[in-house]
């Protein structure tokens, strides 16, 4: 599974942001702020494409 699926798949599933953090720090072997710069990420091209 892409990074992004799984950040997605698990917001769609109303996992809090600290659940998947844990989750892509976990599955990714990323340190807390790499994960939370990747969920950053998400965030951004999701309000790009909801524009």
Known sequence: MDLM????????QDC???TVR???M???NLSEE???A???EY???VEE???
């Open 26 to 28: 976990a599955h990714f």
């Open 43 to 45: 965030f951004e091209i």
């Open 34 to 36: 790499e994960a939370q």
């Open 5 to 12: 699926d799984l950040i997605r798949d698990k917001f769609s």
């Open 16 to 18: 809090t942001i600290e």
């Open 22 to 24: 844990h989750l892509v």
């Open 38 to 40: 990747k969920i950053d």
């Open 49 to 51: 494409y909801s524009k």
